[in-house]
């Protein structure tokens, strides 16, 4: 015989891998093992692209103690406009995610300052702003302005949602005329950007902050690539909605790598609230 006949492995014979063992890098396409991305803050170590994490590891990360005093936990949705199916996708994602809302707040400290901190969980519903992520973030800078302690609000969202129809798009109007009343103060307002940050979050509180810190590589805009290509019928040029981008042209302060970004806040800290380092430090 010229040819050998091929033998097909049977399914059960073949090489079966845990799932979750590997996660693919949306940038540069790199396969990753997962323990070790975990180790790496889930930060590509090949193309320092940063991947998604959830609000309890930026609480983790970021403050004393991964500690956060949270208020209005209970508060969640309900279904003002009988939406279709918005119920079930409620229950879904408060099964998922072990939360009532996409965003948590309350009062916490970074390196011994007091801070009213909340952030968004993209893993519920897209991070999509509704009535009660607008109340939560409202009730979070009212929070900051009676305490006059800084506030933190780091944004992870793909906009509005859809669900809730104008109560969603008037939580814009809210929390923005919150943050003018909280400026009035003079109370600082750091805005963390993460990927992504877009659409009615990114034109309202997300973009707003006296000093605005993205991660690198974070997707940021109001309006995604495609629609816009399709509206304007332009290519958008290369990375235009990136972090680096936005940087660039005067739309952002600092890109923070994640390692960095509680160090960073503390040395903002010790410039706007004045705090003079003791010889131990």
């Known amino acids: 015989m010229w040819f050998k006949k091929k033998i097909k492995a049977k ?10 063992l590997w996660a693919k890098c949306e940038t540069c396409g790199e396969i990753l093992y997962r323990k070790e991305l975990e180790k790496n803050l889930w930060i590509c170590p090949k193309c320092n692209f940063h991947f998604r994490i959830n609000c309890h590891n930026y609480i983790s990360l970021l403050l004393d103690d991964a500690t956060l005093d949270e208020q209005d936990k209970d508060l969640e949705a309900l279904d003002p406009l009988g939406f ?17 809302e996409g965003v948590v707040y309350g009062f916490a400290k970074i390196d011994g300052i007091p801070v009213v901190f909340a952030a968004m969980d993209f893993a519920f519903i897209g991070g999509s702003m509704g009535s009660v992520i607008g109340e939560k973030i409202a009730r979070a800078i009212r929070a900051a302005q009676k305490k006059e302690i800084p506030l933190i609000i780091l944004s992870a969202s793909g906009g509005a949602r859809m669900q809730e129809g104008i109560l969603s798009l008037m939580q814009m109007a809210k929390t923005s005329a919150e943050l003018a009343l909280l400026a009035q103060k003079r109370i600082p ?3 963390i950007l993460t990927h992504p940050t877009t659409a009615g979050v990114m034109a309202s509180y997300a973009s707003l902050g006296d000093i605005i810190i993205t991660e690198p590589g974070a ?21 235009l909605q990136r972090s680096e981008s936005l940087l660039k ?22 410039i706007i609230c004045k705090r003079e380092k003791t010889p131990a430090e």
Request: glycine letters at 8%.
């Open 189 to 191: 307002y750091i805005s």
């Open 249 to 270: 042209h005067g739309m952002i302060d600092l890109i923070v790598s994640r390692k960095d970004l509680r160090n960073t806040l503390i040395k903002i800290f010790n």
């Open 84 to 100: 279709p199916d918005y119920k079930k996708k409620l229950k879904a994602a408060r099964e998922k995610t072990a939360m009532k």
């Open 11 to 20: 399914p059960e014979e073949k090489l079966k891998l845990p799932d979750g």
């Open 219 to 239: 997707l940021l805009g109001f309006t995604g690539a495609r629609v816009a290509e399709q509206t304007i019928g332009e290519k958008f040029p290369p990375g």
